[in-house]
């Protein structure tokens, strides 16, 4: 299994954000995935939470990579392993999940819950002087608005 891994430099801006989901999307989009399907909107808003974390709890720059699988025999689209997201940043503080409480209409403390929720797996570990978060996103990544069905009284608990 061959992996095509591309990186973009991600500046202290939370401006940066909108970037990084636009290069991604022409990322997946020049790797044969359709920018509209699940797995996409999925890679997308993924991306979003954890670029968004990196810069605005570091204050620091970051760097986003994709590896994005390629196998010989597997439409182009259908990867046979998940894609790979990555964000490194200079922070050695390990990512701490945040709970929004019972405001449904709150603004901040999702994005990790999100991730665990939309992903197959994440993690993080420590790199360098700082640490690197990652999460795997499967084919048949589940559709981007999971808000529909998520229970916000239990994950105010």
């Known amino acids: 299994m061959q992996v095509l891994q591309v990186q973009l430099a991600v500046q202290a801006d939370p401006a940066e954000v909108g970037r990084a989901r636009r290069w991604v999307r022409s990322r997946l989009l020049n790797h044969g995935v359709d920018p509209d399907a699940p797995m996409a909107e999925t ?15 570091t204050g620091c720059p970051a760097v986003l990579r994709l590896c994005l699988p390629v196998a010989e025999g597997v439409p ?8 790979r997201v990555e964000v490194a940043d200079a922070s050695q503080a390990a990512p ?5 409480g019972a ?16 992903c197959e797996r994440w ?4 790199d360098g002087s700082g640490k690197r978060v990652w999460c ?20 105010a608990q």
């Not at 405001?103 to 939309?118: F, I, M, P």
């Not at 993690?123 to 420590?126: A, E, H, L, S, T």
């Not at 529909?148 to 009284?153: E, H, I, R, S, T």
């Open 123 to 126: 993690g993080w570990y420590p």
């Open 96 to 100: 701490a999940p945040r709970h929004a």
């Open 76 to 83: 182009t689209g259908c990867p046979a392993v998940p894609l």
């Open 43 to 57: 890679v997308v808003l993924v991306v979003s939470e954890l670029v968004t974390n990196a810069v605005v709890h």
């Open 103 to 118: 405001d449904q209409d709150a603004t901040n403390g999702r994005g990790l819950e999100l991730v665990e929720l939309l």
């Open 136 to 155: 795997e996103i499967g084919s048949d990544a589940r559709p981007a608005d999971p808000l529909a069905d998520v229970d916000w009284a239990a994950l």
